[in-house]
T-cell receptor, first 114, second 112 residues
Framework: GAGVSQSPRYKVTKRGQDVALRCDPI?????LYWYRQALGQGPEFLTY????????KSGLPNDRFSAERPEGSISTLTIQRTEQRDSAMYRC????????????FGPGTRLTVL | DQQVKQNSPSLSVQEGRISILNCDYT??????FLWYKKYPAEGPTFLIS?????DKNEDGRFTVFLNKSAKHLSLHIVPSQPGDSAVYFC???????????FGTGTRLLVSP
């Protein structure tokens, strides 16, 4: 398909394990964004990339969270030593080039930490 | 602190009538505003946007109004259709910062 894809769609892990969430943006999209969405809330910004450069990581909650986009396409959000409070929907979005271009969201990865 | 607020968690409207969804913001630096629609099990989908240099933007049945002095925007859907039933998120940004701040969403139910 031509949209943003994310994998896995669902991830259940035990507290203390590391998880890696993948985002495959729309081909040719320069900007890639990661958000976290708690139940009953709107998406909350985590970080974003232009090409392979991480431009803003101010929304990452702590140093257990990291993201990379080494070739300017696929991105991985990694959470180390997961905690129950990390349970949420993690959403990725991409846009052609920057904020005033429409952000297209993926279906999200539902992370549950037991 | 919640910089973008949607104070109505839900709204019910009859088909054919107007739906008005409201959003308030606190950060006077915001200069770009958007509405997203979200169906269950899908990601949010862009609906309409407005820059702070305008006070109205219209796209078909959807119109967004911006009142900068009141730090308030609203989305009007006329006429409402059952397929419009979804959660609507308001979002705002300062274009210099490249990130969206979302509200908590309003669930719209349009009944036939």
């Amino acid at each position: 398909g031509a949209g943003v894809s994310q994998s896995p769609r669902y991830k259940v892990t035990k507290r203390g394990q590391d998880v890696a969430l993948r985002c495959d943006p729309i081909s040719g999209h320069v900007s890639l964004y990661w958000y976290r969405q708690a139940l009953g809330q709107g998406p909350e910004f985590l970080t974003y990339f232009n090409y392979e450069a991480q431009q803003d990581k101010s929304g990452l909650p702590n140093d257990r969270f990291s993201a990379e986009r080494p070739e300017g396409s696929i991105s991985t959000l990694t959470i180390q030593r997961t905690e129950q409070r990390d349970s949420a929907m993690y959403r990725c979005a991409s846009s052609l080039a920057g904020l005033t271009d429409t952000q297209y969201f993926g279906p999200g990865t539902r992370l549950t930490v037991l | 602190d919640q910089q973008v607020k949607q104070n109505s968690p839900s709204l019910s409207v009859q088909e054919g009538r107007i739906s008005i969804l409201n959003c308030d913001y606190t950060n006077s630096m915001f200069d770009y505003f958007l509405w997203y629609k979200k169906y269950p099990a899908e990601g949010p989908t862009f609906l309409i946007s407005i820059s702070s240099i305008k006070d109205k933007n219209e796209d078909g049945r959807f119109t967004v109004f911006l009142n900068k002095s009141a730090k308030h925007l609203s989305l009007h859907i006329v006429p409402s259709q059952p397929g419009d039933s979804a959660v609507y998120f308001c979002a705002a940004s300062n274009t210099g910062f490249q990130k969206l701040v979302f509200g908590t969403g309003t669930r719209l139910l349009v009944s036939p």
